[in-house]
């Protein structure tokens, strides 16, 4: 394949990959509000298709910026079939994106991918950083270590790379704020198993804006732990929450309950229970500011 010596044109462009979901539309629509050439590659028939590899090249010549937050959604069992396409639909297009950019004259200036703050252990003793953070064990471990090794193994040595380790994302009109609000709205608000554990999250606009930061910031790269300075405990958690919404008192939920619970609706406990104490230490240290640091100020933004 043939590409242009020079850049393809002066309009600035992103690139996003599996940008579908929650994150991704919001990313397409305030980079299309900033003026950037939007190019989508994902599964749905209007985008570049994953299989289509000189399309995919194509679009990330001369590309600003490359975001990939593709994978299959952990909301569900853990069954071999599953763990199988979690794994492969992070892997395998993490794989496909490194291919692509290596052979390009104009590879992507910088390339961000997902990452989970899910890769640390169950931490309830203090905050985990990118630099002291201990790495856990299990399923979902195992699958953020391969991301980030088919990731950072990507011979890509022109591009700027960097992983963001992402928390919870609360924001408006979808993501877990949806199952949320119905647990609060119908007395269900309480604290969920033991209550202890800690709620690492990050409002939907200062993760955006840390996408914007690290493109700004030429000198940043490596891993990013992207989630709010306040880390809290599901117990404060619930109880901001309903606060926000106006409930006084919601109904725990013990976690015998949880795991009957999450058979029926076909997803995993974890995403409830483990304990993820997630702390933004290089983040702070760059001189990154977060529009939304504390979650009382996050839910009165989400709930007004």
């Not at 690492?200 to 996408?211: A, F, K, P, Q, Y």
């Not at 891993?223 to 725990?252: D, H, K, W």
Request: proline share 5%; hydrophobic share 40%; aromatic share 8%.
């Amino acid at each position: 394949m043939e590409f242009e010596t020079g850049r393809p044109d002066k309009k600035r462009k992103i690139v996003l990959a599996g940008a579908t979901g929650f994150i991704g539309g919001a990313l397409q629509e305030r980079y299309a509000r900033k003026g950037y050439d939007v190019k989508m590659i994902s599964r749905r028939p209007e985008h570049i298709a994953w299989n289509d590899f000189a399309k995919i090249a194509e679009a990330l010549n001369g590309a600003d910026l490359l975001v990939n937050l593709a994978g299959r959604s952990v909301n569900c069992r853990y069954n071999e079939r599953n763990r199988r396409e979690i794994m492969e639909s992070r892997t395998e297009t993490t794989r496909i994106l490194g291919e692509a950019a290596a052979a390009l004259p104009h590879p992507p200036a910088l390339w961000i991918n997902s990452g989970t703050a899910t890769i640390y252990r169950d931490a309830r003793d203090r905050p985990m950083t990118e630099e002291s953070g201990e790495i856990g064990s299990g399923f979902s471990v195992d699958v953020a270590k391969a991301w980030e090794e088919a990731f950072f193994s990507a011979d890509t040595p022109r591009t700027r790379k960097a992983v963001l380790r992402i928390a919870i994302v609360l924001g408006k009109g979808g993501g877990v704020m949806t199952p949320y609000v119905n647990l609060v709205r119908f007395g269900l608000g309480g604290h969920q198993g033991p209550g202890d554990q800690r709620f690492s999250w990050i409002h939907l606009e200062d993760l955006c804006r840390m996408v914007e930061f690290l493109e700004e910031r030429q000198d940043l790269s490596g891993v990013f732990n992207a989630s709010a300075p306040e880390q809290v405990t599901n117990a404060e958690q619930m109880r901001i929450m309903r606060e926000a919404y106006g409930r006084r008192f919601g109904l725990p939920a013990p976690a015998w309950m949880l795991e009957m619970g999450a058979v029926a609706i076909r997803t995993e406990t974890e995403l409830i229970l483990k304990s993820r104490w997630v702390a933004p230490e290089r983040m702070l240290r760059a001189g990154f500011e977060f529009r939304y640091p504390t979650l009382r100020e996050a839910m009165a933004e989400i709930a007004r």
